[in-house]
């Protein structure tokens, strides 16, 4: 997959205009076009595959967008790999590839990396290793340090102080002699701090150390060599905590450290561990975090791990209809407009007063259009549920994965809820559509939810308004995928809400199986309806798809089965129960813990839940009478001849099923509650039940 280089942190990094000849192989220019070279060594980085969670790091770093691949084997190691990990540094590198990936270390893989970091009863196991890398990860997400933690960022930050040696520099657990890597490393992590004067000071006899250490040469001699990772962590360390890497300081005989560091870069733009040349993945990324490090120092633009841009979709909507939108990198949510805006060329005009910049306009449409207190505003949705911003646009940091709307309005209440009733109308049945609104609540520091009344809710080409509770009542509409739109739209006025919507299937009754006459006439209906309602799927990967109605259904099915039912979210719950034999990143990984998470099934001993294994009528009657919370007290009325057969914790439940009609017996009367349920069987006992809770 090819990666694409970030226009946002192209504009940050390469700074100069015009590319002037890279510096040949081991030769060194104090004029050398470093953001060139940067821009060769993340593109050879590249090219050799993200191998680690550092390549990954340094390409973001770059500026470089990670293939989907990596980012899949992230997800898949953090569920798997992570729960077992030892060592306090590999949480720690997790949570940094977490981050520069655009995701949230506190909630990734049903994971929370950093109160795993901060709780950690082996923070000092690796020397002062962990101590530097735990302030990195919380400090590049900006991560609040959870309620209690045994690490805070003071204590932290007091172990480096605490660790340095008598000379300025760190040294590796068990060794004396200071190492540059370490030390660099260190820098880097206090640099956040230098405001406090203890570790200003630590900084100073730090940079004293480091300029005793450099060679004639402009790098530095560790473990008998002169290596490309030891002048990359000086580099991170200068650049991080203020000084030039460039500068007179740390040049020897005309060689600084950048110049040194280009000695180990080859003509193909790798970077070498040591002399002779020869690619390595270590020299490589941390030659190209060296470099964007130094291309920011430059720049102004931050430390290499201060808050990264995040990735945050935008949408701009004017009174009357949606102006442009677009997907960019910012850290502050009036950067994202304006780089947004450029690139749609909306025309976004902002002005500066006393309390700080304001948007003023956007495609010639000013504030005060209407003649009262509108303008535009903005607000921030984040993980599926609005914020309330405290501070202007220009001071509102971002996270990755935010979606900002910036609207023209009034008192424009933001949508809460869309909801259709039922979650997948079939296309022979009408359905409804409840809206809410939401507003900010001062004196209860809270949004409040009202219904949206009187507003536009359109699906395809029909149109409704809500009545006095919210909602709208349509009629039925051909299988299909719809929006659900809501607008509140006025000639004379502002939006009553902000334009929101979401997805709609319609499901088709019409479906043809590919092995429908396999399919009993009696359970043929309920097949229908159930995949047309989004409760079933099918089976084969053929043009029309199979339903197989004789195969028997597995436990992983049926709690699957339980979770369309419910309308369940079958994403990773932390607190949900975890089950050895449920494999991770399985397709019913997901609808087992949830349904497990809310009682619906169980276990079957020693922590297994046997996802294959077949489900018996008894089973489900129990899972049935869970899902509907039916009454599984009672004994039965005795029109169930073999319910003595059934197992006594079945009983109750298979009464109280056969009374309510979910499941009946055969035509002698019995239940034959252990009997394998088939999948035609399953999907007219789910059907029953969906029909049970309209």
Not at 634 to 649: F, K, N, P, Q, V
Request: proline share 4%.
């Amino acid at each position: 997959m090819k990666a694409l280089f970030n226009r946002a942190v192209l504009a940050a990094l390469l700074a100069v205009a015009l590319i002037v000849p890279a510096v040949p192989a081991g030769t060194a220019s104090a004029a050398a076009d470093t953001s060139a070279v940067l821009r060769q060594a993340g593109d050879a980085l590249l090219s050799s595959g993200i191998r680690s969670d550092w390549d990954a790091i340094a390409a973001s770093q770059a500026g470089y967008e990670l293939p989907a691949s990596y980012l899949s084997k992230l997800s898949d190691a953090v569920r798997k790999d992570a729960p077992a990990f030892r060592n306090v540094t590999d949480f720690e590198r997790t949570a940094l590839a977490v981050t520069v990936a655009g995701q949230d270390a506190t909630a990734y893989g049903g994971i929370d990396l950093i109160e795993r970091i901060t709780s950690s009863d082996r923070m000092l196991s690796q020397g002062i290793n962990g101590p530097i890398y735990a302030l990195l990860a919380l400090d590049y997400g900006e991560y609040e340090v959870p309620a209690g933690a045994k690490w805070s960022r003071d204590k932290l930050v007091a172990e480096l102080l605490k660790a340095q040696a008598a000379d300025g520099s760190y040294a590796f657990a068990g060794e004396k002699a200071g190492s540059p890597d370490l030390t660099g490393a260190a820098l880097t992590a206090l640099a956040p701090y230098v405001g406090q004067p203890e570790v200003k000071q630590a900084g100073e006899r730090a940079v004293a150390w480091i300029k005793s250490q450099q060679d004639k040469d402009g790098g530095f001699t560790s473990y008998g060599e002169s290596s490309s990772e030891s002048v990359a962590q000086i580099v991170i360390g200068l650049a991080s905590i203020g000084y030039d890497p460039a500068g007179a300081d740390f040049t020897r005989d005309g060689a600084s450290l950048i110049d040194k560091l280009l000695t180990f870069r080859g003509a193909d733009g790798s970077f070498s561990h040591a002399l002779p040349l020869a690619p390595n993945a270590y020299g490589a990324y941390q030659s190209v975090q060296a470099l964007v490090a130094y291309e920011k120092f430059k720049a102004g633009t931050g430390r290499l791990y201060s808050k990264p841009a995040a990735s945050v979709s935008v949408r701009v909507e004017g009174p009357s209809s949606t102006i442009g939108s677009g997907v960019t990198r910012a850290v502050y949510a009036l950067d994202a407009l304006t780089q947004v805006g450029a690139a749609k060329k909306l025309d976004v005009v902002v002005k500066e007063m006393s309390f700080g910049k304001y948007v003023d306009a956007i495609g010639g449409i000013a504030g005060g259009t209407f003649g009262g207190y509108d303008g535009w505003m903005y607000a921030v949705e984040r993980r599926g549920a609005w914020i309330n911003p405290s501070v202007g646009m220009g001071d509102f940091k971002l996270s990755a994965g935010d979606r900002l709307v910036v609207f023209y309005g009034d008192g424009t209440k933001l949508i809460s809820r869309i909801a259709a009733e039922p979650r997948q109308p079939r296309d022979d049945e009408p359905f409804a559509v409840q809206v809410s609104q939401q507003e900010w609540d001062y004196t209860a520091n809270a949004f409040t939810v009202t219904p949206a009344v009187g507003v536009a809710v359109s699906a395809g080409s029909v149109t409704v308004t809500t009545d006095a509770y919210g909602n709208a009542s349509f009629p039925a509409l051909p299988a299909g995928s719809y929006e659900l739109t809501v607008t509140g739209y006025s000639p004379s006025k502002a939006p009553s809400v902000l334009k929101h919507a979401v997805p709609l299937t319609v499901g088709s009754t019409k479906i043809k199986f590919a092995d429908e006459k396999k399919i009993a006439p009696w359970a043929l209906k309920s097949v229908k309806n159930g995949y047309a309602s989004g409760l079933l799927s099918g089976t084969g990967t053929g043009e029309a798809p199979t339903f197989s109605p004789k195969d028997r259904l597995t436990r992983a099915q049926f709690a699957a089965l339980a979770v369309r039912l419910l309308g369940l979210d079958a994403g990773m719950d932390a607190a949900a129960p975890s089950f050895s034999d449920v494999k991770a990143g399985s397709w019913y990984e997901g609808a087992v813990r949830a349904a497990a998470a809310q009682g619906i099934v169980s276990g079957t001993g020693d922590g297994k839940f046997q996802p294959d294994a077949p489900v018996t009528r008894q089973d489900m009657a129990v899972i049935l009478a869970r899902v509907l919370k039916l009454d599984a007290t009672a004994a039965g009325d005795g029109s169930i001849r073999d319910l003595a057969a059934a197992s006594a914790y079945a009983r109750g439940s298979i009464a109280a099923v056969h009374a309510s009609g979910l499941m009946v017996g055969d035509s002698a009367g019995n239940f034959q509650p252990k009997a394998q349920v088939s999948r035609e069987m399953a999907a007219v006992a789910i059907v029953n039940a969906y029909e049970s809770l309209k």
